[in-house]
């Protein structure tokens, strides 16, 4: 079943890489269908795997990549559709197939122990991948303003030049995204944090490991921090542009080994 929505996700970046080369407008068209065709799919899926386990499956760190690619899939339609603009549709497409290769190998909804049934639990883990989403289309975005940026700055205006919007558009681009991710980031920080004390008492092992010591909380405030210094400095002391594309890709590689690594690997509170 989650092959559907990697088979379809995997034809976007197929049809957003040809739009991305030759600009055809028509294959742009198919890209966004095939994405939303694999966008409707997960969302599906996930709605049968909720009816299935009787809660959202949010529980485990597949399941996690799961609904964090759906919900960047959702967000970049939104983004897409809302300023007509496919440019990064490539860069996204490509992400959401290589994290959704994880939850296709491991489809199994893992059950929800009681310790997980707070609604601060759902609302923590909610705001953290809508965060993640959010500064993942600001890595794309960072991405692709380098990469003008050192076109323009060779004085070779060609493949890249014709095809990004321009350098202020996707500056103003990234900083929406840091702002938004940082937002629900910090929520999510907070909310979690609340959540923590109150099951710090269980008898439960993974509650009694939920401290600073932990590497998946570690690397979440780091995170926190990376990015809280991304959104001051660009209003305090002007840290946009160049500077502040090489902060949102540093900060979503943080992210990206905090989900897969130590998701799977190194957490002792976070291994449900």
């Known amino acids: 079943m989650h092959l559907v929505p990697l088979l379809l996700y995997a034809a976007a970046t197929a049809a957003y890489v040809a739009h991305f080369a030759w600009r055809d407008p028509r294959v742009g068209r198919l890209a966004t269908a095939a994405l939303g065709a694999g966008v409707l799919a997960h969302t599906f899926l996930i709605g049968m795997q909720t009816v299935e386990a009787g809660h959202a499956p949010l529980v485990g760190t597949s399941a996690a990549i799961s609904a964090f690619v759906w919900l960047l899939g959702l967000s970049y339609l939104y983004v897409e559709l809302s300023s007509d603009e496919r440019a990064m549709g490539a860069f996204v497409a490509v992400l959401l197939v290589a994290l959704d290769v994880i939850p296709a190998l491991d489809p199994t909804v893992t059950p929800r122990p009681p310790l997980l049934r707070s609604p601060l639990f759902t609302v923590h883990v909610v705001s953290m991948l809508f965060a993640y989403a959010s500064f993942a289309l600001a890595f794309v975005l960072g991405i692709t303003y380098v990469l003008l940026f050192n076109e323009i700055k060779a004085k070779h205006l060609g493949f890249f030049y014709a095809r990004l919007p321009s350098l202020h558009v996707l500056d ?33 092992p993974r509650a009694q490991a939920m401290s600073v010591a932990d590497p998946k909380i570690l690397v979440a405030l780091l995170s926190w921090g990376i990015y809280s210094f991304a959104f001051f400095a660009r209003r305090a002391i002007g840290w946009s542009g160049r500077r502040a594309a090489w902060l949102s890709a540093i900060g979503f590689v943080i992210v990206l080994l905090n989900f897969v690594p130590v998701g799977f690997f190194l957490t002792k509170s976070h291994n449900f």
Not at 176 to 200: E, K, N, P, S, Y
Request: proline share 3%; aromatic share 10%.
């Open 172 to 204: 103003v681009m990234n900083g929406r995204a840091i702002t938004v991710g940082w937002i629900f980031l910090t929520a999510g920080v907070t909310i979690g944090g609340i959540w923590a004390t109150q099951i710090h008492s269980s008898p439960d």
